[in-house]
């Protein structure tokens, strides 16, 4: 994924829904590509948490899932990885929501020939 297509996401208003570092990756017409990533604080402890689109259209691709672990373990600054769900993954350590994603946009590139062949044109 092309770091020019990642953008910070910027909220105007407060609400509990809003968080105060949200950074996204949206590719051209292809949702499945697309990842955001945002921070979180809870006891003074400040983590990512990274969603990869694609995963609610292959909810059991075990190797597309430890592939994105494996991927955000490699990112620098990062110290710890665990998915939190579905389509998301908690991360800590020092690092830049920029390289969070573009290391999983690289492993989501490699998949979308296989989603497109299985699931078609997917938008």
């Known amino acids: 994924m092309e770091k020019d ?3 910070q996401v910027l ?3 407060e609400s509990d829904l809003v968080h105060a570092d949200e950074w996204e990756q949206l ?3 292809y949702d ?3 990842v955001a990533v945002w921070s979180s604080t809870a006891d003074s402890v400040t983590s990512w948490n990274v969603r990869v689109f ?3 259209f292959i909810p059991s691709n075990a190797a597309f899932f430890d592939d994105v672990r494996t991927a955000l373990l490699l990112t620098s600054g990062v110290t710890w ?3 939190s769900g579905g389509e998301t993954w908690r991360v800590s350590g020092e690092v830049n929501a920029h390289d969070l994603i573009s290391a999983v946009g690289e492993v989501v590139d490699d998949l979308v020939p296989h989603i497109r062949a299985v699931y078609g044109r997917v938008s």
Do not use: L, P, Q, T
């Open 27 to 29: 590719a051209d017409g």
């Open 32 to 34: 499945v590509r697309d």
């Open 11 to 13: 909220f105007s208003g």
């Open 54 to 56: 694609v995963g609610e």
């Open 5 to 7: 297509r990642i953008h």
């Open 81 to 83: 990885v665990a998915r």
